[in-house]
């Protein structure tokens, strides 16, 4: 199985983390997969669960930040009227209560999990990932 092979054991020395998060940020502008890189590469890098994850998170926030910045000025500023018509400000308002309330379940179902679960766990959503690549369904 994938969690016995020598490549699941492979860790990272702390000095690559800044050229791995610039090839995995790279590759994943490039096929729009930034997180699944970066799960890949961090779960390797050492870190323990709490660091692995506030990582992930502040990685997570500063990418959709800057993303949803230049995409909302750039929508906003052809479709200001769409938003306003068609109750835009309804689905912004949907998605902020539905991010609340992942992170607020999540921050309770972390506590029970260890490192190498979570692992195991970005080992397995990114085989069903590559697999939904192959397949053409992503």
């Given amino acids: 199985m ?3 092979s020598p490549a699941f ?10 050229p791995g998060g610039a090839v995995s940020g790279f590759f ?3 096929s729009g ?22 990582t992930s998170v502040l990685c997570a926030c500063l990418v959709d930040a800057a993303r949803l910045t230049v995409y909302g000025a750039t929508f906003l500023g052809r ?5 306003s018509s068609t109750n835009g400000g309804g689905l912004v308002v949907a998605a902020c209560v539905c991010a609340f309330a992942g992170s ?3 921050t309770r179902l972390v506590r029970k999990v260890t490192l190498r679960v979570l692992q195991r766990c ?17």
């Fill in 104 to 106: 607020f379940v999540g």
């Fill in 9 to 18: 054991a492979l860790e990272f020395d702390p000095r690559w983390l800044v």
């Fill in 79 to 83: 479709h200001v009227d769409a938003v």
């Fill in 28 to 30: 994943g502008g490039l």
């Fill in 2 to 4: 994938l969690y016995t």
């Fill in 122 to 138: 970005v080992a397995a959503g990114l085989l069903l990932l590559a697999a939904a690549v192959a397949t053409g369904l992503v």
């Fill in 33 to 54: 997969h930034q997180g699944a890189l970066r799960a890949a590469f961090l779960a390797r890098s050492g870190l323990d669960r709490d660091a692995f994850l506030g």
